[in-house]
């Protein structure tokens, strides 16, 4: 029931294309849903994240869709660059902002933009 | 925004001794700190959680006396691998939970010879 399940596990976008990342969860005690894009050999950096009171949120060319009912949620990266080309993770946790709750995380995405 | 600073970035130590990892939080107070442990092309692995001034709390199947964690200060949180081996080559990364929600650290790779 902790599981967040994560797909696919890897894509490949032509440049200027949308790039769809999905996530499932189980646990309906989640109630934060943060992305994070991680670069070989680095940390994990956020990217964005949402609330189950949204349906979606919007920050630049990342928007996150949620659908409480499917128990789903989305990653689109808009016109996609190849500096994009990272390992997206999603992540559920329970509890506000700054909580000590843990983070469950997806199994990760590659993302490919090529030229 | 808020920074995590772990260091060192990469290690490489004998087999049988410790090395000790350090994430520091820069411009903000961490009440809890995460160890993440990230094997190749596979996600994060949570180790152990930490709260400032108490004992850490680990996941099942890791080893607390080989994985020592210390939290004595809300900017400052330690993960020392005693008695490393080769098989604890890893990339190893904290995450510190704030104000600002949840902040890695840049990860450290250790390779154990």
């Known amino acids: 029931q902790q599981q967040v399940k994560q797909s696919p596990q890897s894509l490949i976008v032509q440049k200027g294309g949308i790039s769809i990342i999905n996530c499932a969860y189980e646990n309906t005690a989640f109630d934060y849903f943060p992305w994070y894009q991680q670069f070989p050999g680095k940390g994990p950096a956020s990217l964005i994240a949402i609330r189950p009171d949204v349906s979606e949120k919007k920050e630049g060319r990342f928007t996150i869709s949620f659908n409480k009912s499917a128990k789903q949620f989305s990653l689109h990266i808009m016109d996609s660059q190849p500096g994009d080309s990272a390992t997206y993770f999603c992540a559920a946790s329970i509890g506000n902002t700054g909580t000590a709750s843990k983070l469950t995380f997806g199994t990760g995405t590659r993302l490919q933009v090529t030229l | 925004g808020a920074v995590v600073s772990q260091h060192p970035s990469w290690v490489i130590c004998k087999s049988g001794t410790s090395v000790k990892i350090e994430c520091r939080s820069l411009?903000?107070?961490?009440?809890?700190m995460f160890w993440y442990r990230q094997f190749p092309k596979q996600s994060l692995m949570l180790m152990a959680t930490s709260n400032e001034g108490s004992k850490a709390t680990y996941e099942q199947g890791v080893e607390k006396d080989k994985f020592l964690i210390n939290h004595a200060s809300l900017t400052l949180s330690t993960l020392t691998v005693t008695s490393a081996h080769p098989e604890d080559s890893s990339f190893y990364i904290c995450?510190?939970?704030?104000?600002?929600?949840?902040?890695f650290g840049s990860g450290t790779r250790l390779t154990i010879v």
């Open positions: 411009d903000f107070q961490a009440t809890t």
């Open positions: 995450s510190a939970s704030g104000r600002y929600g949840y902040t």
